[in-house]
């Protein structure tokens, strides 16, 4: 068991606290620049509620969870207390950005969930099995960050830190991207007058597909099959009765037959 401190208690901070303090974790303080939002985190999970920038009590590790460009400023903020170690939880911010707290002496690193957290409860549950990319300026430290995120069963991993905008771009294409596609696929169902549910066992087994066989290998559909007569009957559906989402469809298009090698010569 090790006690530490959340410095930003928004929707990764908390997750991670909650899934921290859930695994026996002691919080010893809450940080933030607006004192109510420390006291209704240390209301729920213990722990000092303490003003950004004020003394904070001592604990193994400090956890940064601000947003990314607040990260060094906030580190510079937290120089006036004693520190040992800190780690951000960006997955693009490298240890540079903690150099204000490095240069005071502590030790520095990332913990970055390759997880979404979109709220407290959820995020905690979901980091669960999740993985974690760890990294840090000290051995000591690295194995510390892998023996936190192991305590809340996630995986710990390593990114080489010249990777690091690279595998962001990863994540955000794994997270974000298919998000657009089923936004689009919504409203082109709901046109059809077909429930958005009825995709659901569809658009799960191709996740399930991407990760057993890889995602080139479970494209099915015109584009793969290289029908381009089936490609534009689409187009024009989508111009006719979902005309906001043309750009977006051809994008989508141009990629499936980037990704499977069949040029598509479409109007
Ligand atoms: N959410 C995710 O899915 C997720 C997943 C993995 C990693 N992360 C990483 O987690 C970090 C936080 O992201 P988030 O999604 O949790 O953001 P968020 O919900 O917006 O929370 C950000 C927290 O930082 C505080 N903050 C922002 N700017 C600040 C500043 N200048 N000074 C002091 N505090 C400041 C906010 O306080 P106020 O309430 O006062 O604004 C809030 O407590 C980022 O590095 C992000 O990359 C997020």
Redesign the pocket.
Known sequence: MSSFIL???????L?VAIALTGAGHQLAAVA???LR?AEAATARLGGLPVL?GEPMPPASLVLI????E??T??AQALTGSEIAAAA??????GLGALAPLASAGAAVGSF???????DPDL?ARRLSGAWVAVDADSDSLRGELRRLAESIGAIPFDVAPEARATYHAAAAAAANFPLAALSMAEDLFVAAGVPFDAARPLVEAVIANAFEVGPRAALTGPVARGDAATVEAQLEAVRRYAPEWDRAFRAFVDALAEMSGNPMDVT
């Not at 410095?7 to 901070?13: D, S």
């Not at 970055?112 to 979109?118: E, I």
């Open positions: 410095v930003g208690p928004g929707r990764a901070g997750s933030a620049r607006d939002s950004l969870a601000v947003r990314d607040a990260i400023p906030v951000h939880l960006s997955g693009l911010a970055h969930p390759l997880q979404t957290l979109p995020g």
